[in-house]
């Protein structure tokens, strides 16, 4: 109620502001608690630099990134945002945009977390308002989403998406690329397809990837995947300089294939490929490099 009153500009004094609460018959604290509230200072329910939801780059891409990748955790009573990758840039850049939209002095951590299924990055963010902000249902974060849909677009690329470089073999050799990006929440991809099309990209349309019920090599889908692709070379090119990815791998794959084809054209770019890529378990992988690439979940390529 504080901050209601103060950001609605009807009053920022403590003297005045003791008044409002007693007459809406709430628990009234002191007068310097009330002025830390109404400066912004500190957050009335854990002490924390108080969140205040704006519009910017840094929110758009840490919610892009976490509603892709991340989760909620509540475990010991906490309410913590958290996000598992296997790039530590991609978690370096959400880190940093999680330190900048809480005002913390003191960056978040990126942990480097090993595992049977290799090498892992964690960032934990804690934050009761920011995590009370971020659950939200998709229609009330949206507007804080679309006037910086740029970030928005490269965390969920980012977190959920990744190039797709395929050589077909018709008369000769061809090179192409395209981008996806999957998820189950087909809300989350209409909202990255509404977006991209803002952006004059040219998506296409929303397809089933996995139905539900579908076994695959890390169990069974719990609920349908859907895909949403963009493929037209000219707008590649445009996601790559507008959007691109956090995740460096991803990014050296994407702009690999776009600069071989526009320097020698497909059939040539095929042959040059060949020479810089492999084909592991599917996928395209840069020579002599142990780097990931898409995230195994999303079986795209």
Known sequence: ???????????????????RLKEAGLVVPSSETLRRWARSTHSPSSGVRIFEPRPSEELSFFLGAWLGDGWADENDG?????????????????ADCATK?????????????NSKRG?????????????????????????????????????????????????????????????????????????????????????????????????????????????LSLSGFRYVVLFAGLIGFADSVKLTKLMDAILLITEGGRINAAFEWRLLYEKIHGDWTKKSSSLSHCDDSSDLT
């Not at 109620?1 to 008044?19: A, C, H």
């Open 1 to 19: 109620m504080v901050r209601r009153l103060v950001d609605e500009g009807i009053e920022s004094n403590p003297s005045f502001l003791k008044i």
């Open 78 to 94: 906490g309410q913590r945002l958290l996000l598992k990758v296997r790039s530590y840039d991609f978690a370096k850049e959400f």
């Open 101 to 113: 939209i809480l005002r913390k002095t003191e960056a978040y951590k990126v942990r480097r977390v």
């Open 119 to 227: 090498i892992w990055y964690l960032v934990k963010v804690t934050s009761l308002m920011l995590y009370q902000f971020t659950i939200q249902p998709l229609d009330r974060l949206r507007k804080y989403i679309e006037p910086h849909s740029k970030g928005f677009l490269r965390g969920l690329f980012t977190a959920e998406g990744c190039p797709i470089v395929s050589v077909t073999n018709l008369k000769r050799p061809s090179l192409g690329v395209g981008v996806v990006v999957s998820n189950s929440d087909r809300e989350l991809l209409e909202l990255a397809r509404a977006l991209l099309i803002e952006q004059d990209l040219h998506p296409g349309s929303i397809r089933v990837n996995m139905l539900k019920g579908r076994r695959t090599n890390l169990g069974i889908a719990r609920n349908t995947g859907w895909n």
